[in-house]
Structure formats: structure tokens, C-alpha cells
């Protein structure tokens, strides 16, 4: 498995930015943060302790349709749980998270949406990050795919995705907890556990038992843990930005 | 000093890189937040620490706090007692509208906040003028002005030194995190040890450029430097922008101590100044 490759301050004017890119299934998302800032109109009455947190999605040779909308509400539903919008500074201010899916081609109207999905929650945890937005936890996600004989794939490709009979993203918190739980398609409760344990051994690395212990067992080898990749990526971006502290201790 | 430790959010700190515990209780800087776990053993709940933002562990065993410092590019945001330098963007009757960062709302300094003002006696500081100033209050909530002051009410001193508008000179950007960074380098308790976070570039310059006069540097925490040298005479402009172009580049380029002192050496010497 190919590993995604992500940096971080991607871009100047914006507060917190990244640019992630999924080879297996070829997207290529930029995404930028603007937080806290001040809400063009008054959308705080609702919540008046809480940060707003709006989600834009932006595809890369189309306008915005329902699709987009979809994702959105996805999104914004999961990064509500992770920011802190109580800290000092963010309540009735809004967090702007914007994506825009530069490469690999958009989804067509009518195709499903998850495939997209992952690299839009990684590429908006990593740009919250960047802008420094207190958040309680990070998260990992993965796209999982079931083949009509029953396989499963990971992060199918956009053929593969459309001739699957379900598709599943499951996001997990640094901490361990489900997070996310989107599904399309015909599946039982066994064929979900299943899935649920291999999305765990992805995300988390975590020893899995029954019948997937094969499938764990190859990919902890190899140590292709996504929150290590979000780690990893995080920890590249400080050494370079406080190369004259680590390197003088 | 042990080495860095870089958190991610919701990364417990690790109780052996607290200073140790003294009488006086330990102060939590930006991106931490205390947690209290209740176990299941005890009755008395658990505390810990976790990290909220992405950063590199900071503690200060002298003052008794710890602290995460984040990636250095972000945008500032008013913090009381915050030394600035802002522009003066239009005057009205009893305030200066100024801009302490680009796209935001306009900061307040009052007419009379300056040493020795009085009615009669105030700076008539005109648009586009630069003040050195410090966060006097932030506000409340969305939509909150945010005042400054170039004066300590308590004694109606220009307290810290150098507040008050800044006449002549250049202005040049840099990171927040370098402007606070450089800060720390000039405050008071640092001046003992010769390289704070790393920074020799000014002591260079200084040492440099003694012979032209000098210069002179306000630090602002928005990410502005403002340099004078109008004792430099004929070379003033030259020494105003190698001055420049030596602090950004080594925020730039996060050089270390050693690059750094080579960089001015090139600059002085591009510039023909040494």
C-alpha cells in the first residue's frame, strides 16, 4: 500500500493550511483554515458558548452541487466534536475550514461521495493543526470497499468503488474511539465487524482478532498506521519550524 | 534540558518534563489544559495535562510554567500587555483608528494615552504614522474592540521604555513566532546569556555596526520590527535595509547561530558596509 503524502503551511495568507495527496485513490486536496474569525453576520444565537464551524468543499472543475453539501454536513458533524470552540478567544467566532479537490478527478454526479471522504478529514485535521485551533484529540480515517465476491478492499479506486456492494469510511479518534461511521450499499452486521477491525488495524495499528488477524498482522508489519502518518507529518513540519531550538539543545 | 517533545492534541504530558514541584503553583501557557479524570480506585480524581494544539514543549523552571509552542506562521491575535507596533489608519475626536493586523477590525488608542499628553499637548500623529503600543484591554467576545495605550495608566509613564510613536525608520515583516522570539531574546532576564532561542543575529549586527553609529529596533508582536539608524549618516538606508534583510532571512530560513553570523557577514559585506 502506497502511503499519502501531506505537508503542512501549504499556504501564506491563510492561518493554518495543508495539501494532502492519496495515491491509491488519486485525490489531491488543498485545504485551508481561517480561525478564529469574526462571522460576517449574527449566526452565533444558537450557541453563544461555541465556535461556528462551517465546512466548504470545493471540486476542481465544477461548481458546488448536493454532493458537496453532503460532505459537508459529514464533516462539519465530526470536526465539532474535535475542536474545543469554548477556549478563550473562540466562542461566537467562526472556524472556515475550506477544501478544494485539485487533482484526481471530481465525483461525477450520482457517484458516491465517501471516496472522498478520508482525504477530506485528514487534509482538514492537518490544516487545523497548522492554524493551531485547539482541538481535544486528532483522528484517523480510512475508505473501505466490499467486492461483490465479498472481499475486502482498501481504499478502492474510483472503478473499483463504483462496482463494489458497499463502501465504508470509519474514523477513529487518537484515543481510540469510533468517530464516524458512514455506509452505502447491501451489507450484514458480520460483514461490518469485519470491517470495523480492519479499519481499526489501519487507523490505530491496533491487534485485531479472528478472522482478519492475517490481514493485521501484514499491515502492522510494514507500520503503515495512518495516525502515525498524521504524526509524523506534524512532527517533519516542527523540527523544520524549530530547527534553532532542537538543534541547539 | 532533555530532548524536544512534540505533542499533538489530546497527548497527555508526560509528569518527568514538569519543572519540579515547588511551593508555588505550576502556570499552564497556551495549548495546554488541565484534565481531571476521576478514577475508579480512589475518590480523589486524577489530574492531567494535555496538549490542545500541535507543539513543542516549553518549561521554565525559573517561573514555574510550562508551555506549547506552535508553528510560527500563524496570524496574531491581541493578547493583553502585548507590545505592538501599529499604523495609524484615521484620527478622530478622541481616538487614533489603528491597524494592528491587515483585514481585521481597527484597534482604539486613545489621544491622550502618551506620555506627558494633555489636551493641549498630544501627538497629532497623522495617517500612515507608526506608534509602538501595548494591548491595553481585548474585549469581550465577537465583534470586541481592542484598545491599546502608549502610556501606563498606574504611572502615566511610557512603561516598558520606547513606547510612543515611532518617527523615521523602516518597518519589515516577519513570523510571529520570530517577533516573539526576538522578543524574548531582548527581555530583561535574558540579557545575561549571550544566545537566547538561538538568536546571535543582533548581537552581530550590533557588534558590526557599532562603528556607524549604530541602530536603533522596536519588536512588535504583530510580526512587525521597525529599525532606525538615522545616526548612520550617508549609509543610513543601507544599513536599514541590511538590518532588514538579516532578521527576515533568518526567519526565513530558520538559520542556526553559526549560519547566522555568516549570513550578516555576507549582507554587510554585499552591502559594502564591512
Known amino acids: 500500500m502506497v502511503e499519502p503524502t501531506a505537508s503542512l503551511s501549504t499556504l501564506n495568507r491563510a492561518d493554518g493550511s495543508a495539501s494532502y495527496k492519496c495515491p491509491a485513490t488519486g485525490y489531491d486536496v488543498l485545504g485551508s483554515v481561517n480561525a478564529p474569525i469574526e462571522?460576517?453576520?449574527?449566526?452565533?444565537?444558537?450557541?453563544?458558548?461555541?465556535?461556528?464551524?462551517?465546512?466548504?468543499?470545493?471540486?476542481?472543475?465544477?461548481?458546488?452541487?448536493?454532493?458537496?453539501?453532503?460532505?459537508?454536513?459529514?464533516?462539519?458533524?465530526?470536526?465539532?466534536?474535535?475542536?474545543?470552540?469554548?477556549?478563550?478567544?473562540?466562542?461566537?467566532?467562526?472556524?472556515?475550514?475550506?477544501?478544494?479537490?485539485?487533482?484526481?478527478?471530481?465525483?461525477?454526479?450520482?457517484?458516491?461521495?465517501?471516496?472522498?471522504?478520508?482525504?477530506?478529514?485528514?487534509?482538514?485535521?492537518?490544516a487545523l493543526l497548522s492554524a493551531s485551533v485547539p482541538l481535544a484529540m486528532t483522528f484517523s480515517s480510512a475508505l473501505l470497499g466490499v467486492t461483490k465476491s465479498g472481499d475486502i478492499v482498501r481504499d478502492p479506486s474510483a472503478a473499483d468503488a463504483k462496482a463494489a456492494s458497499?463502501?465504508?469510511?470509519?474514523?477513529?479518534?487518537?484515543?481510540g474511539h469510533l468517530l464516524l461511521n458512514e455506509s452505502e450499499g447491501c451489507f450484514d452486521f458480520d460483514t461490518w465487524e469485519l470491517i470495523r477491525e480492519r479499519a481499526v488495524s489501519i487507523c490505530r495499528g491496533a491487534a485485531v482478532s479472528g478472522t482478519g488477524e492475517d490481514v493485521a498482522m501484514g499491515e502492522r508489519s510494514n507500520d503503515a498506521r495512518l495516525d502515525g502518518f498524521v504524526r509524523e507529518t506534524v512532527e517533519d513540519r516542527l523540527h523544520v519550524d524549530y530547527a534553532w531550538k532542537i538543534e541547539s539543545n | 534540558m532533555s530532548t524536544p517533545l512534540i505533542l499533538l492534541p489530546g497527548d497527555e504530558v508526560p509528569s518527568d518534563y514538569l519543572p519540579p514541584t515547588k511551593s508555588n503553583p505550576l502556570k499552564l501557557g497556551p495549548g495546554l489544559r488541565l484534565l481531571s479524570q476521576p478514577t475508579a480506585s480512589?475518590?480523589?480524581?486524577?489530574?492531567?495535562?494535555?496538549?490542545?494544539?500541535?507543539?513543542?514543549?516549553?518549561?521554565?523552571?525559573?517561573?514555574?510554567?510550562?508551555?506549547?509552542q506552535s508553528f510560527?506562521?500563524?496570524?496574531?491575535?491581541?493578547?493583553?500587555?502585548?507590545?505592538?507596533?501599529?499604523?495609524?489608519?484615521?484620527?478622530?475626536?478622541?481616538?487614533?483608528?489603528?491597524?494592528?493586523?491587515?483585514?481585521?477590525?481597527?484597534?482604539?488608542?486613545?489621544?491622550?494615552?502618551?506620555?506627558?499628553?494633555?489636551?493641549?499637548?498630544r501627538p497629532m500623529l497623522k495617517q500612515g504614522d507608526l506608534v509602538y503600543a501595548?494591548?491595553?484591554?481585548?474585549?469581550?467576545?465577537?465583534?470586541?474592540?481592542?484598545?491599546?495605550?502608549?502610556?501606563?495608566?498606574?504611572?502615566?509613564?511610557?512603561?516598558?521604555?520606547?513606547?510612543?510613536?515611532?518617527?523615521?525608520?523602516?518597518?519589515?515583516?516577519?513570523?510571529?513566532?520570530?517577533?516573539?522570539?526576538?522578543?524574548?531574546?531582548?527581555s530583561p532576564s535574558a540579557e545575561k546569556s549571550d544566545t537566547v532561542d538561538g538568536l546571535v543575529v543582533l548581537a552581530e549586527l550590533g557588534k558590526k555596526l557599532e562603528s556607524l553609529g549604530g541602530f536603533e529596533i522596536a519588536v512588535g508582536r504583530n510580526g512587525k520590527i521597525w529599525v532606525d539608524c538615522s545616526n548612520a549618516g550617508e549609509s543610513a538606508v543601507k544599513v536599514t535595509v541590511a538590518i532588514g534583510q538579516c532578521l527576515q532571512s533568518t526567519d526565513e530560513r530558520n538559520l542556526d547561530a553559526a549560519d547566522q553570523k555568516k549570513l550578516v557577514t555576507k549582507i554587510l559585506r554585499g552591502m559594502k558596509l564591512a
Open chain 1, 39 to 126: 462571522l460576517p453576520a449574527r449566526r452565533d444565537a444558537l450557541k453563544p458558548e461555541d465556535a461556528t464551524i462551517e465546512v466548504f468543499v470545493k471540486p476542481g472543475n465544477t461548481t458546488a452541487g448536493v454532493g458537496e453539501r453532503y460532505v459537508e454536513g459529514i464533516l462539519r458533524s465530526v470536526l465539532t466534536e474535535v475542536v474545543l470552540g469554548r477556549e478563550r478567544g473562540y466562542p461566537r467566532r467562526g472556524v472556515v475550514i475550506t477544501l478544494a479537490i485539485v487533482g484526481g478527478g471530481s465525483v461525477e454526479r450520482g457517484d458516491s461521495y465517501l471516496t472522498v471522504l478520508p482525504a477530506l478529514l485528514h487534509t482538514s485535521l492537518l
Open chain 2, 42 to 68: 480512589s475518590k480523589s480524581s486524577n489530574h492531567v495535562l494535555t496538549a490542545t494544539q500541535a507543539g513543542l514543549l516549553a518549561t521554565d523552571a525559573k517561573r514555574n510554567t510550562v508551555s506549547l
Open chain 1, 166 to 175: 458497499s463502501l465504508h469510511v470509519l474514523a477513529f479518534s487518537s484515543k
Open chain 2, 134 to 186: 501595548r494591548v491595553l484591554s481585548v474585549g469581550v467576545g465577537a465583534g470586541a474592540e481592542v484598545e491599546l495605550t502608549c502610556v501606563n495608566p498606574a504611572t502615566g509613564k511610557a512603561e516598558p521604555g520606547g513606547l510612543g510613536p515611532l518617527v523615521g525608520g523602516m518597518v519589515f515583516d516577519v513570523s510571529t513566532g520570530m517577533a516573539a522570539r526576538l522578543l524574548r531574546a531582548s
Open chain 2, 72 to 121: 510560527s506562521n500563524r496570524r496574531y491575535i491581541p493578547t493583553t500587555n502585548d507590545l505592538v507596533i501599529a499604523q495609524i489608519h484615521h484620527s478622530s475626536v478622541d481616538y487614533f483608528h489603528c491597524m494592528v493586523t491587515p483585514h481585521t477590525a481597527h484597534a482604539m488608542l486613545g489621544q491622550l494615552s502618551f506620555e506627558g499628553a494633555t489636551k493641549k499637548t
